[in-house]
């Protein structure tokens, strides 16, 4: 198997050779990417990782692994020889396989030896990225062989890169990897952009050293020259790392049956260092953290839960707030809660809404030129996005401001992300997670909002720079939302009668007493907070008692809400 590894290419002619001794088999049709995925199954850790050492130390035809996320499909094709034949040391013909390598073909092509028409094919070129909002403890989970100087050395790759990669990239000024894959087959068929995958495949030649010029093209330039720089790796398979696979925790022993003691910890986590002590809203917040999409019909989205946490202390922008990087979040008691994020998610995302980055940056990824350049919402499934409107100052929404606000409102909405074209749009769909924290009431749609109660000042969090749970308990939380995310959930008839016979008879009460109706929203807020209470609980199925508990929760919020409306806050 270590010869596998350090020698795929040799072992790729074997399985060619091998493929070819059944007649019926076509040279074209070759495809090995079964015994690699059972390769990167039993020895991952023995494969080299382009996320973790830098391209430059990874040799050319080696076997390597990449985490990441497709940016851009819209590379095209390129043909190649798939085979070709050459004459053996006995003067016999054989063919040769031509897949997965930059390398001359290391014969003549002459009037002897013709390629075949049937041996041309196209491989598909994809723009890929390291996962954006990755945080340090999954990078750290994922990698096993860290090695800290590789690490800092790899911190300063951005550095090296051109313009055009750049702007690949959707959060601006952060150190990331890139790597254009070529897809063999009809692999390229079942990947979208957004989607998180790991690859598995051959170490190309870096685009620089390819000596791409318009007579190698035919005269046409090459869709590759704006990337010089970019690692190449020939994909012979690869992996989904969607859903209930993005997490490098996913394998592990299932905590669930501890699900109630964990529960109380992580509330209680989440309250005294980020909400001044407030459990109602820390239960609010894991409730989000366990949220998805689980249902699509007809554009509709059901499952997503998007949150907004308002009472928090606004922050005036300074001078020296506007030196800091792209996307910093200034205001300290809003950093505490993205530390919260970053501490248990596998992605997270910081986003400040001020004038100035709403009028200077691009949410939605736009093809410029032909290369689709990448906007701050282009984002894996399952990422939590943490939106700072304590920030927000007075002035004036540029169109480009504008344009942007709406994204983000359609993202929280629609669960769907806008591709601009020069000539057409094309809405994707997403499944981001967002929690909105605000002074006041939400300039955002939500479906939710609760005003915090503080025990403790959120200063006070900021400043006593609380000690964070041992490293085992934080991957215990970890364990503990990644499972309970996923969990099966199903309601059974007599359960589904009783809250359609409750709703009926809630209405009617607040018909006679003259109050607001409770309306079809409300009866689907309270569905999805009772599917992830339950499954918080570590239940697998909705029963009276856990639906009772999400109206008295609601009670909890509504009565909040209430008081709010009593001052000149909301």
């Known amino acids: ?54 391209a430059q130390q990874i040799l050319k035809n080696s076997l390597v692994r990449f985490r990441c996320m497709i940016q851009d499909t819209g590379l095209g094709q390129e043909m190649f020889i798939s085979a070709y034949e050459k004459l053996d040391k006995n003067g016999v013909s054989k063919l040769h396989s031509y897949r ?40 750290d989970a994922h990698n096993f062989n860290f090695d800290p100087l590789s690490n800092q050395f790899n911190q300063l790759e951005i550095k090296e890169q051109n313009e055009n990669v750049y702007k690949k990239y959707p959060l601006p000024g952060q150190a990331h990897i890139s790597a254009v ?12 952009v957004g989607q998180l995958i790991e690859v598995i495949g051959i170490r190309g030649q870096d685009l620089q050293n390819q000596q791409i010029d318009e007579e190698v093209n035919n005269g046409f330039e090459s869709v590759l020259n704006m990337f010089s720089g970019v690692p190449i790796i020939h994909a012979i398979a690869y992996n989904s790392l969607e859903d209930v696979q993005n997490s490098p925790l996913a394998e592990h022993d299932d905590v669930m049956h501890q699900a109630d003691d964990i529960r109380t910890q992580l509330i209680e986590y989440i309250a005294s260092s980020a909400l001044g002590g407030d459990k109602l809203a820390a239960e609010f917040v894991l409730l989000q953290l366990l949220s998805r999409v ?91 996005l943490l939106v700072d409107e304590t920030v927000l100052d007075e002035g004036q929404l540029a169109d480009a401001g504008v344009r942007n606000f709406q994204a983000l409102q359609n993202l929280i909405q629609h669960q769907t992300l806008t591709y ?48 964070r749970p041992s490293y085992e308990t934080l991957n215990l939380f970890r364990k503990f939302i990644h499972n309970a995310k996923y969990l099966q959930y199903d309601i059974h008839d007599n359960v589904s009668e009783y809250i359609q016979t409750s709703f009926v008879n809630e209405r009617k009460l607040a018909s006679e007493k003259g109050m607001d ?36 929760l609601e009670k909890k919020r509504k009565s909040r809400l209430l008081s709010m409306a009593k001052t000149d806050n909301y």
């Open 1 to 54: 198997m270590i010869s596998q590894i350090r020698e795929p290419l040799d072992h790729i002619a074997e399985l060619f050779d091998e493929h070819l001794k059944d007649p019926v088999n076509s040279p074209t049709t070759f495809d090995p990417s079964p015994v690699f995925l059972d390769i990167l199954k039993n020895n991952k850790k023995q494969i080299t990782s382009l996320n973790d050492v830098p």
């Open 420 to 467: 601009n074209f020069p000539y057409s749009q094309y809405d994707f769909d997403t499944d981001i997670g967002v929690i909105s924290l605000s002074t006041s009431k939400s300039m955002l749609p939500n479906h939710c909002s609760i005003p915090l109660e503080t025990f403790f000042s959120l200063q006070d969090v900021v400043d006593e720079n609380r000690d």
């Open 517 to 552: 109706l409770p309306s079809q929203e409300d009866l689907m807020l309270r569905m999805n907070l009772a599917r992830l209470a339950a499954v918080s609980f570590g239940e697998d199925n909705l029963t009276r008692e856990r639906y009772e508990y999400v109206i008295d």
């Open 294 to 384: 689980t249902l699509k019909n007809r554009g509709l989205k059901i499952g997503n839960f998007t949150l907004n946490i308002s009472g928090f202390p606004s922050h005036q922008t300074t001078e020296a707030d506007k030196n800091e990087p792209p996307f910093t979040l200034n205001n300290p008691v809003s950093k505490s809660m993205a530390d919260i994020l970053e501490s248990l998610t596998v992605h997270s995302v910081n986003l400040p809404l001020t004038i100035d980055g709403l009028n200077k940056t691009k949410f939605s990824p736009k093809s410029v030129n032909e290369n689709l350049e990448a906007g701050i919402l282009q984002l894996v499934d399952g990422t939590v």
């Open 100 to 139: 997965f390598t930059d390398d001359p073909i290391d014969t003549e092509i002459d009037d002897q030896n013709i390629i075949q028409n049937e041996h041309l094919c196209e491989r598909t070129l994809v723009y890929c990225v390291s996962p954006p909002g990755e945080n340090k403890w999954a990078k």
């Open 181 to 192: 894959v070529k897809f063999y087959n009809d692999m390229a068929e079942s990947i979208k």
